[in-house]
């Protein structure tokens, strides 16, 4: 989930060569709107989407019971570490600086995925 469509499109284009199935949304109300919010083997997050934060979306979905695997990613600089601590701390699998490794982004996520 990026407010950004040429990333979402990147990652989903990056999942689909992994062979893995991908949807995009702009915010964290689109996706809480959608019929899809219940098929979500993993999220990929910004910090920073339109509305709902990506953290604040984590949070919400942890407080229903939706235990879903999060990997976030982020152009906010992290210089003091307090950032990844945050998102680790409420069960982030990581926290990706933009530009993200591509490689590092689909280990993360396969983990995940083998893991659920």
Known sequence: MDDELSLRE?????????????????????????????????????????????????????????????AFVTSQEDRDGQLRAQTLQAGALALFPKPFSDDELLTVIKKALESS
């Open 10 to 70: 990147a990652l989903k284009g990056l999942l689909g060569s992994a062979g893995l199935r991908a949807i995009t949304f702009g915010s964290a109300e689109e996706f809480l709107e959608s019929s899809h919010r219940d098929q979500v083997a993993c999220l990929i997050l910004d910090m920073q989407l339109p509305g709902m934060t990506g953290l604040e979306l984590q949070r919400h979905l942890a407080a229903t019971g939706q235990d879903v695997p999060v």
